[in-house]
């Protein structure tokens, strides 16, 4: 065959494509790169073929082999276990029993041999008689173990893969042995009929891959036009190099450093001579840079290089083998105006990721200090070197706008890269000097732009010593961004910069931006404030001040408002006649200011119905109808619901008796401390809240020994999201045990330090009442005959018990209240009639009758004969009223005590006869 090296070229031929007969001759040569090609997928089919039907003939041989163990043992374990094989081997002769059977098992298993075997290894049965009554070979002590298992035997009479089963009696003890198998002949034949058609498959797919790469030879040899691999080398170096010129300029440098190739691109960028190409490339002008990266192999992909006034990326790589010299192949590519452009985009990419981040993470709560910080933390360093914020007064401590600009700001955040930046103090207040950019970029409400802070003098007025460190820091710019939402004037952000790229006017839209996303965090953190401080100012207002004086309890409490907004809870101390009081705690649904709210319009119903001196399951009645009918009417702009689930707990002690009377509605449990230390809680009735309308309200009553510690509390002390309520309770009585001999504060604190959480979740209330109990000596008591001349005797001894208290000077007065109660009870009550006389705080006389009648006070004419008895009980008594007890009523007055710092000493004197109508004080027909 002739080669394209041993021929002379043809005239008007191009060299380097060769003729339509040298191609279609070099085709079918091995020289050629289709020919070697061929050659080589053919080797590579054929070692795959052969190694392949060698693995698949010796898989099949493993399957062989493994198939006959598996028949073997499934026939031995067949044979084995039949229970007349184990009759057969204890019977007289065992080979008569079991000959026939063998053979006939081995023969529809498809076995060469079955023998049963004695337990020493004794044929009984087998296929070739001659062998029967021999041992056979083999160790068999898994078999007399009781194990079954198959082997490869190699022995006499022949190799075969073997199956040994022990035979095992009623009671599984081993009597004999079954032995069948296989012999490796059979296992061989099998292999050898499976061989040939490995081998046609082998063959056939030996065919189809020689067709197959003939194919892609042919294909490949039309590609090359029949070149060997040094000319395709070549064409495909050279081709490429015109395919990456079509875009951009292309240099070809050989090993010599010789300008081989340049097109028009190249020639353009970097204004290379007509000449060029030829000449050594230290000598056509080019950029030292460019020159030094084309006269070594080192490979550089868009490196940048200057060529004048241009900035191209060159990529460089060398042609040919390491070591040889046999050049190389650069493109460049002009990237002036889409650096420019691309320096933009990313710039802008970068603020519109920093907006998104400050999105994400400032206003994570609602507190207004840490917004602010959120600020700043999201400025220093991604956009600026240093950045402060400084709040008017009113944003921090949640107040209304001032009316005018006021003279100075206090910092709430700073934060800088550098340590050394001179910044006011977090806490410090920062004076608004007039005509400095501080003070005009809160008036006009838009950023200002300090760039050059060298050079400026208006903006170093509020710290001149602070300006003149921060220059020498390095720092170079400034912008100031008023703090604004929804009109309102918030404060002013302040960013440094120190980088050799100060601030420039492109900087202040972002920067307002930036700080109009954190203005509206500020500003819901501001109303936040504002609307918690209202709340709580409100619920405060609404709560007791200064518990009123009583001697029935000692008392001490606690409230903590919710972190996350003002609640509901509240309670109440509240006096009532006969030396009692009414402890109460109540808890509304939900925070807020409508929750506080409710929560007053609560408290002031139950000090109303306190007035009627009810006991506590008939006042929690009237409370839970009034609930339910202000749900049924809601004021305006409140959805109904809103108070329906309320709880309320109401107790009355009575310190004359030690007896304490509660009632619940749906209210967590009060504690009671013994004075030996025990604490347990009170077994209310648990009723529903208020509001839902479906329970009747029970009262439990308790006697309490003096001293007792009676503990009140909202469910926000016991439970919360971290504890439920039955670990909450226990955690409080453990607690209340432990501290017998404290103080109610000293229990107060206690309690708080075990059970509130850093942050409570909602409102907690608590108090602690310690129980007294009235001296003996300071409660007179009588029964009075239903008979009117039974009065004077019993006026005249509570006028002697007074006078044993040292009361003489509310004699008189006590005198006429008292005739005029124990004078209409004995005529319009009902037996048995006592009176009771309480020397405590004020002067307490109540008289008691079976009767359910209720007097009534009511103006009297002129010309009535009665009816002012009760008039002048209510003008003589500091308070009175009616309580109705489980047999009947007791009217009560109350009479004030002389002040000792009174130097007149006439509290409880009897005022000015009123209208002349004391002569009528035994004539009152009116109950």
Not at 361 to 381: F, H, K, M, S
Request: charged content about 20%.
């Amino acid at each position: 065959m002739s080669s394209k090296r041993s021929r002379p070229p043809v005239r008007g031929h191009r060299p380097g494509r060769p003729s339509g007969a040298w191609r279609r001759g070099a085709a079918a040569g091995l020289g050629s790169v289709a020919g070697q090609v061929f050659l080589l997928q053919w080797v590579m089919v054929l070692l795959l073929i052969a190694a392949g039907a060698a693995v698949l003939a010796w898989q099949n041989h493993t399957a062989d082999v493994q198939a006959a163990g598996d028949r073997s043992l499934a026939c031995a374990v067949g044979l084995a276990e039949s229970p007349s094989t184990a009759a057969a081997l204890r019977s007289p002769d065992p080979t008569a029993a079991l000959q026939p059977l063998a053979v006939r098992v081995g023969r529809s298993a498809g076995v060469d041999f079955v023998a049963v075997l004695s337990r020493d290894g004794i044929r009984y049965t087998d296929p070739k008689p001659d062998l029967i009554g021999t041992r056979a070979a083999g160790d068999f002590s898994r078999a007399l173990a009781g194990q079954s298992y198959t082997e490869r035997f190699r022995g006499a009479p022949q190799d075969a893969v073997r199956a040994v089963v022990p035979v095992k009696d009623a009671r599984g003890a081993v009597v004999g042995m079954v032995t069948t198998g296989v012999e490796f002949s059979t296992v061989s034949a099998v292999l050898g009929r499976e061989l040939p058609l490995i081998a046609a498959g082998a063959a056939g797919a030996l065919a189809l891959a020689t067709v197959g790469a003939g194919w892609v030879s042919r294909r490949l040899g039309q590609q090359t036009h029949g070149l060997g691999p040094a000319e395709v080398t070549r064409m495909y170096e050279h081709h490429d190099a015109v395919l990456h010129a079509v875009r951009e300029g292309v240099l070809v440098v050989d090993g010599e450093q010789h300008l081989v190739l340049a097109n028009d691109e190249a020639r353009r960028l970097l204004a290379l001579p007509e000449d060029a190409e030829g000449r050594h490339i230290g000598e056509i002008g080019l950029e030292p840079g460019i020159a030094e990266l084309l006269a070594g192999r080192r490979v550089a992909t868009d490196e940048v290089h200057m060529a004048g006034d241009r900035l191209l990326a060159v990529s460089h790589r060398p042609a040919g083998r390491p070591g040889q010299r046999a050049g190389s192949v650069a493109t460049l590519r002009d990237t002036t105006e889409l650096r420019a452009l691309a320096g933009r985009a990313e710039a802008t990419a970068e603020r519109l990721h920093l907006l998104f981040e400050a999105g994400a993470r400032i206003g994570t709560t609602l507190d207004v200090v840490r917004t602010v910080e959120e600020l700043v933390q999201v400025a220093v360093p991604a956009f600026a070197d240093a950045a402060s914020v400084d709040l008017l007064d009113f944003v921090v401590a949640g107040d209304d706008p001032p009316p005018v600009m006021p003279e100075s700001t206090r910092r709430v955040a700073a934060r800088a890269v550098t340590a050394d930046h001179p910044q006011f103090a977090v806490g410090a207040r920062v004076p608004l000097l007039p005509a400095t950019p501080q003070r005009r970029s809160l008036e006009e409400g838009r950023a200002v732009l300090v760039p050059d802070l060298a050079a400026a003098e208006d903006w170093r007025a509020p710290g001149p010593g602070r300006a003149e460190r921060a220059i020498r820091a390095g720092f170079n710019s400034l912008i100031v961004v008023p703090i604004q939402a929804g009109g309102t004037l918030l404060g002013r952000a302040n960013l440094w910069r120190r980088t050799e790229r100060p601030f420039g006017p492109d900087d202040l839209a972002f920067a307002e931006e930036l700080v109009a996303r954190a203005a509206v965090c500020i500003d819901n953190a501001h109303r936040y404030t504002r609307e918690h401080a209202l709340a709580v100012s409100l619920q405060r207002s609404l709560l007791p001040g200064d518990l009123p004086e009583q001697n029935a309890v000692r008392v001490a409490y606690r409230y903590l408002p919710a972190q996350a907004g003002v609640g509901g809870d509240w309670f109440d101390v509240i006096p009532l006649p006969g030396a009692r009081v009414a402890l109460v705690v109540g808890d509304v649904v939900g925070h807020g200011l409508h929750a506080a709210a409710t929560m007053g319009r609560l408290r002031t119903a139950v000090h109303n119905f306190t007035a009627l001196d009810l006991p506590p399951d008939e006042l929690l009645s009237y409370v839970d109808e009034l609930v339910t009918r202000i749900d049924q009417d809601p004021p305006h702009g409140v959805q109904p619901g809103q108070i329906t689930g309320a709880t309320l707990l109401y107790l009355v002690y009575d310190p004359t008796t030690g007896r304490c009377w509660s009632a619940s509605a749906g209210h967590v449990p009060p504690a009671v401390v013994r004075r030996d230390g025990t604490a347990d809680f009170l077994p209310v009735p648990a009723n529903l809240p208020l509001g839902l309308g479906t329970s009747v309200f029970e009262t439990h009553t308790a006697d309490l020994p003096p001293g007792s510690r009676l503990v009140l509390y909202t469910d926000g002390l016991v439970e919360n999201r971290d504890r439920d309520l039955g670990t909450g309770l226990d955690l409080l009585r453990t607690v209340l045990r432990g501290g017998a001999g404290r103080g109610n504060e000293e229990t107060c604190d206690e309690i708080l330090d075990a059970l509130v959480p850093p942050k409570p979740s909602d409102d907690i209330a608590l108090m602690v009442a310690t129980t007294c109990v009235l001296d003996p000596d300071r409660v007179a008591q009588w029964d009075v005959a239903p008979d009117p001349a039974a009065v004077g005797p019993v006026r005249a001894a509570c006028v002697d018990q007074l006078t044993r208290w040292g009361l003489g000077d509310t004699v008189f007065t006590t005198e006429l209240l008292l005739s005029e109660l124990i004078t209409n009870a004995v005529r319009y009550g009902a037996p048995p009639i006592t009176v009771r006389l309480l020397y405590d705080r004020a002067l307490t006389c109540e008289v008691a009758d079976a009767s359910s009648t209720a007097p009534h006070l009511r103006k009297a004419a002129a010309t009535d004969e009665g009816g002012r008895g009760l008039f002048l009980v209510a003008h003589l008594a500091q308070r009175w009223g009616t309580r109705y007890t489980g047999r009947g009523k007791i009217i009560w007055a109350e009479l004030a005590l002389p002040d000792p710092t009174d130097p007149t000493g006439r509290t409880g004197q009897p005022p000015a006869d009123p209208a002349g109508l004391l002569p009528d004080l035994g004539d009152d027909a009116v109950w």
